[in-house]
């Protein structure tokens, strides 16, 4: 179960310059994580695909952690010695991130209850455990498997939401930032980085979670929490570290150039997991490690050429946030109705995934349009944060 969280990587300031290509390549990123779940549900309900899609797309979690310490950093290191206060930090992240978060609750629980209140196995869920589920996932409180209100029944710390994992994470991030790691020379956090990656690298080479890849912190065990962690820190970090040494170098089609080479990783084969040494780890940190601070450098040092360009990423940037928070409880339904038609394949069923596609990307939009932005606009001028003088161009 992936995801992304990826709403952090908007933290741009207002007036400091924007960029627009990080946005389009954090749009493609969510794209990809709403076909690769779509693929994801022919496995959980027990049918085959008949085409081999985005193996590695639980991948874009890792790359949205990166594209938040970037633009993080970017955006706020040069700002804790002129004003701003930890609860201004809070604040300006927490009316960013949560009004989304509320909806993708509230939405999870509707579909849960349109779904009938069963976990996956038929076992019916009471009313008041529903209830329960949605206020922790309103407050983003993770639940613990086998407790009364993790409704699904399948561990997940967010029943009703997925994806909201990644979010979880986000948040400890977050605190860890503006209480530590933003006060870190260059040398300790360089430091801190290369310790945080051995440390994922044992973690993923020798297939500590026992799922044959990364893809872990959707559930709250050991493993999944320490890897979770892990899977924050160390692309989070990698992140931050680009913000403070970046020094553009121009290249043309960056966007292009960085949205194929992200699409051409996902694509690649699944390593099977049969030598002690985990190769689909090796992959994923060669990915994680090599190329994506790669992507970043380069979507960062490229600009659109034309209106259209920078219209297209605007979209896809402002789409990411809401399409990766709000699809998954969409997912539920579509695995759902695999799971009673499990005879049919990918091949026979083409239709309804394009169709549950594209449903996904309308509600993201109506939802940014008619809840995101102007809640978030009605909560910022309320706050009446400080403004800050731009310290860097890009």
């Known amino acids: 179960?992936?995801?992304?969280?990826?709403?952090?990587?908007?933290?741009?300031?207002?007036?400091?310059?924007?960029?627009?290509?990080?946005?389009?390549?954090?749009?493609?990123?969510?794209?990809?994580?709403?076909?690769?779940?779509?693929?994801?549900?022919?496995?959980?309900?027990?049918?085959?695909?008949?085409?081999e899609c985005i193996n590695h797309g639980y991948l874009c979690v890792d790359f949205f952690f990166m594209l938040s310490g970037f633009v993080i950093g970017y955006a706020y290191d040069d700002r804790w010695n002129r004003s701003m206060t930890f609860r201004d930090?809070?604040?300006?992240?927490?009316?960013?991130?949560h009004p989304m978060v509320i909806l993708g609750a509230l939405i999870?629980?509707?579909?849960?209850?349109?779904?009938?209140s069963v976990q996956w196995d038929g076992t019916h869920v009471g009313l008041p455990y529903v209830l329960l589920a949605l206020l922790f996932g309103l407050l983003l409180l993770p639940a613990i498997p086998g407790c009364c209100y993790e409704v699904r029944g399948n561990g997940e710390l967010f029943p009703?939401?997925?994806?909201?994992?990644?979010?979880?994470?986000?948040?400890?991030?977050?605190?860890?930032?503006?209480?530590?790691?933003?006060?870190?020379?260059?040398?300790?956090?360089?430091?801190?980085?290369?310790?945080?990656?051995?440390?994922?690298?044992?973690?993923?080479?020798?297939?500590?979670?026992?799922?044959?890849?990364?893809?872990?912190?959707?559930t709250l065990d050991s493993v999944n929490f320490t890897g979770g962690l892990l899977r924050m820190l160390f692309p989070f970090t990698v992140g931050l570290l680009l913000s403070r040494r970046f020094r553009p170098r121009p290249v043309r089609g960056a966007f292009w150039i960085c949205s194929a080479v992200l699409v051409s990783?996902?694509?690649?084969?699944?390593?099977?997991?049969?030598?002690?040494?985990?190769?689909?780890?090796?992959?994923?940190?060669?990915?994680?490690?090599?190329?994506?601070?790669?992507?970043v450098w380069i979507g960062a040092s490229g600009d659109t050429t034309d209106p259209v360009s920078t219209r297209i990423c605007r979209f896809l940037g402002d789409l990411s946030y809401p399409l990766y928070i709000v699809h998954y409880p969409f997912m539920y339904l579509f695995y759902a109705w695999?799971?009673?038609?499990?005879?049919?394949?990918?091949?026979?069923?083409?239709?309804?995934?394009?169709?549950?596609?594209?449903?996904?990307?309308?509600?993201?939009w109506a939802c940014l349009k008619l809840y995101d932005e102007p809640v978030r606009k009605w909560l910022s001028k309320r706050q009446k944060f400080r403004t800050f003088a731009p310290s860097a161009k890009k």
């Open 160 to 218: 009703l939401n997925g994806p909201a994992w990644s979010l979880f994470f986000e948040y400890i991030g977050n605190l860890l930032y503006a209480l530590w790691i933003r006060r870190l020379s260059h040398k300790a956090l360089l430091a801190l980085t290369l310790l945080l990656g051995g440390a994922l690298t044992v973690f993923a080479v020798t297939n500590a979670s026992g799922y044959g890849c990364i893809g872990v912190g959707w």
């Open 338 to 364: 695999l799971i009673r038609t499990e005879q049919f394949s990918f091949g026979e069923t083409w239709q309804t995934a394009l169709c549950v596609y594209g449903w996904n990307i309308l509600v993201a």
């Open 265 to 295: 990783l996902l694509f690649v084969p699944y390593f099977a997991a049969d030598t002690p040494l985990l190769w689909n780890g090796v992959f994923e940190m060669f990915c994680i490690a090599c190329v994506f601070p790669v992507l």
């Open 1 to 51: 179960m992936k995801n992304c969280d990826i709403s952090s990587s908007a933290a741009f300031s207002d007036t400091k310059p924007h960029y627009h290509l990080l946005d389009g390549l954090r749009g493609v990123a969510a794209l990809l994580v709403v076909w690769y779940h779509v693929f994801e549900g022919y496995a959980f309900a027990g049918a085959k695909p008949t085409v």
């Open 89 to 97: 930090f809070l604040r300006r992240r927490l009316i960013r991130l």
């Open 108 to 116: 999870g629980a509707i579909t849960f209850l349109v779904q009938g």
